[in-house]
């Protein structure tokens, strides 16, 4: 209906243009209403036509056409407009188009330069710095390659890809097979781009040759682009997201469908989605509880950024942001995670060679750890996105990429494994003195000793191991004198003269060479001390009593240092004097009291890095012990005298019992609230049973349950102190009295 509408204005509109400019190029006119409309494809079809009878098009024409053959994706006809055109009449949000499409040809250089020029005329784009450090970054490693060959599928895919996917014996993907048509005068299947809209479509896969493709999932009805497929381990649920109409505007929704008797039904939309913002491209962890998705919806870090969502019964958790290690100010695009956890994305945020490049990332520690590009062949210049492999054969690998031709059209490719016939050293590095491995220790093969002529380069895995391969280069490199040279942060730099001639035949030699590294000499630790507040993690109040101590060995109880809070929550500890190089001895910071769970936290590294005093920056708040029946007292949920509003404060305290319950998923509470003794009995029963009630609601709003919450009213009825009816007190008196308190059912 949308589209009929769209149709009928641009008609009108052109019919009174064509009578009021009637001496005006009619294509150049209907040019125009096309492009104000956002309508690229429509806008590039009459530029052009306008374009091959004159050569008189204005500066203002020729950059809205440049900008069309740019959001059409046909980088190559926009470079090649704007290279003739002066830069500086160019806008400078036109000028990232032209560096972005320079880019896309691999021309750094000038990219760099014009986006130079384009800073200079506007410092709003944040993206623009990033565009230059990413230029920089793909200058410096344009040689730099994965053992893999990239090898394009017979996959037909028109257009822009939403993905790929495997699936019983074959792949799932995203394409519109008759894109063949007039989609100018048809607008009923295309997008303002001149995209037709996408459809699901099967096809057999066996190394790299397809069948034909069929339509999949043809009783699921859609009316617009659908794509972004994931499956769950079983393959007998099924998500993607789907462009949907709501209000007049365009968002993009996730779905689940179910697979039974071989059809896909319940086609269901997931609770996670908005009317305001677009949830995408989901895929779905190997074991169905966690949900990745990609989305625009406010507080993230740039454009698009990825998140997750925990699974809790038959609904999906409260998306979390994945953070800023992994999201950018640009987009992050295509999660896709393994079957052994490893995520992998797309962003144009992070350094690449251009457009969207893929990147690695693993969960450790607690958060999300960016590896590294995936460099080429994975990467190219333009956009390579939606990497997928197959979770009974992890070899196979597949991912999108418009890297052929002018841009328009992304292609399936299969990576294919090189295998390694180059000449080849191995070792393992081991500490000179403790006899232990040294992981993350960089290793060079270098012609001289100083590296000036470095052949290959490594670094120790986790359990010491290196292997340098030789590139293939002229064989005189193998002749000359070669030195295998190592070095690590708190280590001396190691040097082994090896025999060049080992390395001749070109055959696949492989040579192991085991060596130690020492420590570098450290002064002695100067005696330290340590000091911070230690709170109540949910009710943020300062805790007494709390034994505070650094241990060498917590089995043992060797002990360095020990207090105990006071009233204020306060400790202070000295650590003595300790030989940095002696033994390195691993240090605890333990706190515990009772009624809490105890807390360890490693400071080794924090502790040994400087002689500066030591200043604390992880997390001392301690997590109450839950245990049925126990109340916990909030005097911080404020309210002002006789109203039940929440007010910023009280969010917030909120907040953290909100997080308790999502770590206690069977705990359930009674969330009583009280009032004063001002205004009369039953006014003040009424009114707390409201503050009780809006509390409960903010808790539900955040994905709590609403059975595992009894919200109850007491009003005046449990004063805490002496002001009873009749009783003169100060307001700090009377608002002890306000108060919510949590009890544990």
């Known amino acids: 209906m949308q589209k009929l509408r769209f149709i009928y204005i641009i008609i009108s509109l052109l019919l009174i243009i064509q009578d009021v400019f009637a001496q005006t190029d009619e294509n150049e006119v209907k040019a125009e209403v096309f492009y104000n409309a956002g309508d690229f494809h429509g806008a590039l079809h009459y530029y052009k036509a306008f374009s091959s009878r004159t050569s008189n098009l204005s500066d203002f024409s020729k ?22 055109m002066d830069e500086n009449f160019i806008p400078d949000s036109v000028l990232v188009y032209f560096a972005k499409s320079l880019i896309y040809k691999e021309e750094y250089e000038r990219a760099i330069a014009v986006l130079e020029k384009a800073k200079i005329k506007s410092s709003k784009n ?78 057999s896969y066996n190394d790299g040759k397809t069948g034909k493709p069929v339509l999949f999932a043809s009783g699921l009805k859609y009316d617009y682009h659908q794509g972004g497929i994931s499956f769950s381990a079983d393959y007998k649920t099924m998500y993607f997201s789907e462009n949907v109409i709501v209000n007049n505007k365009s968002v993009f929704k996730i779905y689940k469908a179910e697979k039974k008797n071989n059809k896909w039904v319940n086609k269901q939309e997931l609770n996670i989605n908005s009317n305001e913002y677009s ?164 290793v060079f093969l270098s012609s001289d000793t100083l590296q000036t002529d470095t052949i290959a380069s490594s670094k120790t895995d986790i359990n010491g191991a290196y292997m340098l391969v030789f590139p293939k280069q002229d064989e005189s490199v193998f002749r000359q004198n070669l030195y295998i040279i190592a070095s690590g942060e708190n280590f001396d730099k ?48 300062n805790l007494k009593g709390v034994s505070v101590f650094v241990l060498v060995d917590e089995l043992t109880g060797d002990t360095l240092a020990y207090t105990i809070t006071n009233d204020a929550g306060e400790y202070n500890l000295t ?39 030591f200043i604390p920056d992880f997390d001392v708040s301690m997590k109450i012990e839950i245990k049925k029946e126990m109340v916990i007292e909030f005097h911080n949920i404020y309210f002002d005298y006789g109203k039940a509003d929440l007010n910023a404060p009280s969010i917030e305290v909120l907040e953290r019992i909100v997080k308790v319950m999502q770590e206690n998923n069977t705990m359930s509470i009674e969330l009583s609230a009280h009032t004063d003794s001002r205004s009369d009995s039953e006014s003040n029963k009424k009114l707390s049973q409201k503050r009780a009630d809006n509390a409960r609601d903010y808790l539900v709003s955040k994905g709590i349950p609403v059975n595992r919450i009894v919200a109850k009213g007491y009003g005046e009825s449990q004063l805490r102190n002496h002001c009873k009816d009749g009783v003169t007190c100060s307001e700090e008196e009377h608002a002890v009295n306000r108060r919510i308190e949590v009890k544990v059912l």
């Open 279 to 442: 949830c995408a491209q989901p895929t779905v962890s190997y074991d169905g509880s966690q949900l990745y998705f990609v989305s625009d919806m406010p507080g993230g870090q740039g454009g698009k950024d990825i998140y997750v969502s925990k699974k809790e019964g038959t609904k999906w958790g409260a998306p979390v942001n994945l953070g800023e290690k992994i999201n950018t100010k640009g987009d992050e695009v295509f999660p896709f995670v393994n079957k052994n956890g490893i995520l992998y994305f797309s962003s144009d945020g992070h350094p690449g060679f251009g457009g969207l490049d893929i990147q690695t990332a693993v969960w450790g520690n607690n958060e999300w750890v960016l590896l590294k590009n995936r460099m080429k062949p994975f990467n190219s210049s333009a956009d390579d996105f939606a990497m997928v492999s197959s979770f009974e054969d992890p070899s196979q690998i597949l991912l999108s990429s418009n890297r052929e031709g002018n841009g328009q059209n992304d292609f399936i490719y299969r990576l294919i494994k090189l295998a390694v016939l180059n000449d080849t050293i191995r070792g393992i590095i081991k500490n000179a003195v403790t006899g232990y491995v040294i992981p993350e220790a960089a």
């Open 63 to 84: 950059i809205k056409m440049a900008n069309c053959f740019y959001f059409t994706r046909d980088y190559i006809s926009a470079l090649e407009l704007l290279k003739k």
């Open 126 to 203: 944040k993206m623009i710095d990033v565009y230059i450090e990413n230029c920089n970054w793909a200058q410096k490693n344009k040689n730099e390659t994965a053992n893999y060959k990239a090898e394009k599928t017979e996959i037909i895919n028109i257009g822009q890809s939403f993905g790929t996917q495997f699936y019983d014996k074959g792949l799932v993907f995203s394409t519109a097979l008759d894109e063949g048509k007039d989609y100018l005068n048809n607008y009923k299947f295309a997008d303002n781009a001149g995209r037709a809209f996408k459809k699901l479509y099967y096809a």
């Open 575 to 613: 650590i003595p004097q300790l030989a940095y190089n002696e033994e390195k001895k691993e240090l605890l910071f333990v706190i515990e009291r009772e009624g809490y769970e105890k807390k360890t936290i490693n400071i080794t590294e924090d502790f040994y890095e400087s002689d500066k005093p």
């Open 494 to 541: 190691q040097i082994m003269k090896i025999d060049a001639l080992d390395f001749e035949s070109h055959k696949g030699v492989t040579k192991k060479h085991n060596f130690t590294m020492k420590d570098k000499p450290k002064k002695k630790q100067k005696p330290r001390s340590i000091s911070g507040v230690i709170k109540d993690a949910l009710t943020d109040k």
